[in-house]
């Protein structure tokens, strides 16, 4: 009984201590609420203020567990209270027992055994009582401590934060105050700049006032002025006004009588453009169908027109064929880098005829020159030879063909007659048709084609394909009346190869003789002669067509190249043969019985081929550019006089088997007449005499 009574002591002694203890942990709660709410940051008040919420819960929770261990603790004092009363009462009654005990010793002493054995159930009872009382304070104790524990260390967990947070904000608040004092330094500059752009402003302000009140007063002084010219050209004004009414008043009846007369006008115009209005529809119906006749009526005249031409030209051939004139073609060139940047062009073609060449002059006039074909710059080599090849043809057919170029230096002469290699012109393309011309009439026919070349220079023929080519050449006429060159190479070619390196030995042997090929060759007249023999194999007849192919030499006029010495004899020289040749054409077309042909070594040797029974065509070439006008105009009026000669029907040379061996035998009594000379020539110039 004791010892209870010692045990629930001793709890609640300690019940007491954890009051204490508690009350201290709320204090200290608190304090770190407090704490945290003045120096937190309010996110870390509200943290902590929910773990304090949650401690208080923890805490509300232990009151009450340590409220039902403290009813559980005054039930067992209660209990223990009643214990020990009922244990006094015992005692009384054991001890008034005593006093009777020698009375009721027996009774008693078994009274006593049964409260001895209550005693000792009481005693377990109190035991099983304490020990239940001690493993439940001992389990509480537990629990509290551990409880304490938890708080103790959710306590100084919330101080350590509280310390990172209280560390955290004075490092915030050292780097506010950083920043703080940045900004103070900046706010101080801008304080100082905005103090100094105040008194600037100041200033300014003052400025403007000052300037605004001489502004105003200048304003006045005008305005004053203003006022009184303005009062004074008022009074003007008015005065003007009173003259003009007055005017007005005198003229008024002069304007309403011109107004009536206005609307008057104005009534008979609408009445007039009405009328005019359907006049002028039917007008115009009637002029348009008149002009719509007229253009049919135009394009039918310039259909008439254009077959007219065309009849013209075919007429003019058949004539040219008939009485054998001298053809003229005209071949303009293209304008080349020499004529310099962009120059002008003076030549065209006339648009209703191709084959009219449009001249402008120096004076800005136009003359026209009629050709019988006109190639215009862009026409290719092949083009101007497709004209040409029906006369080369002829030369198989044995007919004496003789085309010449003429023109300016750089006119185009060469290109047209010799052409690049890359683009041959009139020369290797000929040759080349004799062969192909030859090849197609093989099952017939036998041809044997030689070519010549030779140049005249300053009056002097000399052969190209000679081994000396300075050797000077003569020219003769035979018995038979007929020319020929003695000592002139002649070589016999098979094909347009053997052509090529005949012509590259005229060529080198042109060079040699020459310091300045350019301007030698513009100084000389080239001539290429081939002889094309036909043999029938059948009937035995034999042909001799002859073709000469001449680069003539620059014609342009002596006064003109301002040349002197030996230049001046070169002038000369080609003058002569070029008037020479002008002369000749002269008297074949005023058909008169002498023909100069001697006065120049170039008609000399063209005589064959320019009179009598040949073919010619004069290719005169022209520049394009103003600057060569005259010349072209020159070189136009001479091919107009060669284009008016006519020179006769031209004659085949072919002869019948009989003739040939008639001629063969009269030869060879030639030959072996002791009267006869021999002579140098291999093969001769001239042909033996021609019969129709
Ligand atoms: N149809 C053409 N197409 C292209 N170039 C041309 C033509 N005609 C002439 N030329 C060029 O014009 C220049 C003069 O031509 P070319 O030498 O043939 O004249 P030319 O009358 O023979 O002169 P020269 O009297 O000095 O011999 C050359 O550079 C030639 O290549």
Redesign the pocket.
Known sequence: MLNLTKQSEGHKQKLSVSDDEVARLRAEVEGLRQAAETTLSKQAVIKLEEQNTKLQDKLLRKEAEFVELDLKHQENEKLIGQLRLDLSQRKEQIVEKFIEIPVESEAAKLELAYYKSEAKELTQTINRVKNEHRTELAACETKYQETIAGMQSEISDARGQYTKFSAMLKSRDEKEEEANNRHKTVVDGLEKQLKQKKSELTKLRQDMVDKVVELEQRRDTDLENLQLSLTQNMADAAKENKRLKERLGEVQPQLDELRADYLHMRELCVQLQQLNKSETISVAKQLNNAISQVNEHNKDLVRKYRKEVALRKKYHNELVELKGNIRVFC?V??V?K?DGISPHTVLTADVDDEDVLVVENSKGRTQQFDVDKLFL?EMSQEKVFDEVKALVTSCVDGYHVCIFAY??????????MEG?SSDPGINQRALALLFEQAADRSTDWSFDIKVSVLEIYNETVRDLLSSDPSDKLDIKLNQDGNLHVPGLSWVQVKNVNEVNQTFELGHQNRATASTNM?EY??RSHALLCVEVTGLNRTTGAKTLGKLHLV?L??SERVSKSGADGARLKEAQSINKSLSALGDVIAALRSRQNFVPYRNSKLTYLLQESLGGDSKVLMIV?VAPVERHVNETLCSLNFAQRVRSVELGAAGRKLESAEVTALKGRLAHYENSSPLSTPTKQTTPYGTPARRK
Not at 407 to 416: C, E, I, N, P, V
């Open positions: 071949r060139r293209p080349i020499e710059p023109g300016q230096t750089g006119s185009g002469k060469t290109y047209t690049p350019n060759s513009s680069d030499a620059g070439q």
